[in-house]
């Protein structure tokens, strides 16, 4: 069965350093791997996906995520934070062989100026 | 282009009241899905259609109905609220080829009391 863990229910940084959110899966053949962030009272919005192919895949507004296949995990980093990237982040998991997405609970990321 | 509309914004219903919940998408998108999102829960998947005419039961479908009523328009029912149906909805929908990311509507808040 798939599923996903985000080890922390919530990240602080202060703006301008580097952040990172992560994010371990179990699934039974290839992953289909993603973010997705979510402002106050919105929906989720597509961050960045893993499919094949290079390990460090970048996304939108600079953030960026690593496979690790060994480690079975996709975290998701940015160099250098900003206070507008405050918000809830939710790792996502798709087996190839499947259909369904398997959403992490969500990190709340703070963001102090 | 709209992407994922949701309607109504928000509901108040009282213990045995139905309702359905509306969603549309303008992406020609052939899967679509119905989440619920609860606090410290992350999404759950209740309903999806993988294409027009087919439907299939998520995580927790117990209480809901779907309908695919054509390519575009996908809605929740609900035939007998129950306070513990008290969440935000999601609606999204998803293409086929090159990972199957998903576009979430705004979403609607739902109270049973």
């Known amino acids: 069965a798939q599923s996903v863990a985000q080890p922390e229910d919530q990240v602080n940084v202060a703006e301008g350093n580097p952040l990172t959110v992560k994010c371990t899966y179990s699934v039974s053949g290839n992953p289909y791997l993603f973010w997705y962030v979510q402002y106050p009272n919105r929906g989720l919005q597509f961050l960045l996906k893993?499919?094949?192919?290079?390990?460090l895949v970048k996304g939108s507004y600079g953030f960026e995520a690593e496979f690790n296949k060994s480690q079975t995990s996709f975290h998701l980093k940015k160099p250098s934070a900003l206070v507008s990237d405050s918000a809830l982040y939710f790792c996502?998991?798709?087996?190839?062989?499947?259909?369904?997405?398997?959403f992490g609970a969500g990190t709340r990321l703070f963001v102090k100026a | 282009n709209a992407g994922v509309t949701q309607t109504p914004k928000f509901q108040v219903l009282k213990t045995g009241q139905s309702m359905t919940l509306q969603c549309a998408q303008d992406m020609n998108h052939n899967s679509m899905y119905w989440y619920r999102q609860d606090p410290g829960m992350g999404l759950r998947l209740i309903y999806y259609s993988a294409s027009e005419g087919t439907t299939d039961k998520g995580e927790v479908p117990n209480g809901y109905n779907v309908s695919r009523l054509n390519k575009r328009e996908f809605s929740l029912r609900l035939e007998s609220a129950a306070p513990s149906q008290t969440s935000v909805y999601f609606c999204?929908?998803?293409?086929?080829?090159?990972?199957?990311?998903?576009?979430f509507g705004p979403g609607t808040r739902l109270t049973v009391t």
């Open positions: 999204a929908s998803s293409g086929t080829g090159g990972g199957y990311e998903q576009y």
């Open positions: 893993y499919i094949t192919g290079d390990n």
């Open positions: 996502a998991v798709r087996d190839t062989g499947g259909f369904k997405t398997i």
